[in-house]
């Protein structure tokens, strides 16, 4: 069974950078989409990041492109979101999920993600 954990949320001043971790076991294959997705309470989950472990293609929202990074170490089974000059908006829990398969891009809406970790909360404060 996938099992997904994240870690790192923390409180941040604008402008200031923070770095997730998820920790990703039970499924060693290569066919499968890693992305990160916030949510806002009351508001649409975002697929902000996301990257298909075979190729190695990832992708990002407007929102974030440019100041987030997604990135994978395969030896520690890890998935990363390295965040640079954070803004307000970028308050939220952030959540690992998964969805395996095969991919040309993987997809960027939340709904598609079956497989989710239990968040990690990021607060960006002026």
């Known amino acids: 069974q996938l099992h997904l954990v994240e870690s790192g949320g923390d409180s941040v001043q604008a402008g200031g950078s923070l770095r997730l971790s998820c920790a990703v076991s039970?499924?060693?294959?290569?066919?499968?989409?890693l992305a990160w997705i916030r949510q806002v309470p009351g508001k649409e989950r975002e697929a902000v990041a996301r990257?298909?472990?075979?190729?190695?293609?990832?992708d990002y929202d407007d929102r974030v492109k440019g100041r987030f990074t997604i990135s994978q170490d395969r030896a520690k089974n890890t998935l990363y979101l390295e965040m640079i000059s954070l803004q307000l908006e970028d308050t939220a829990m952030y959540y690992c999920?998964?969805?395996?398969?095969?991919?040309?891009?993987?997809?960027?809406?939340?709904?598609?993600?079956?497989?989710w970790g239990q968040g990690t909360q990021v607060t960006v404060s002026s």
């Open positions: 039970g499924y060693t294959g290569r066919r499968i989409c």
């Open positions: 999920a998964a969805r395996l398969g095969t991919f040309v891009r993987c997809p960027s809406d939340a709904r598609d993600y079956n497989y």
């Open positions: 990257i298909y472990i075979d190729s190695g293609t990832s």
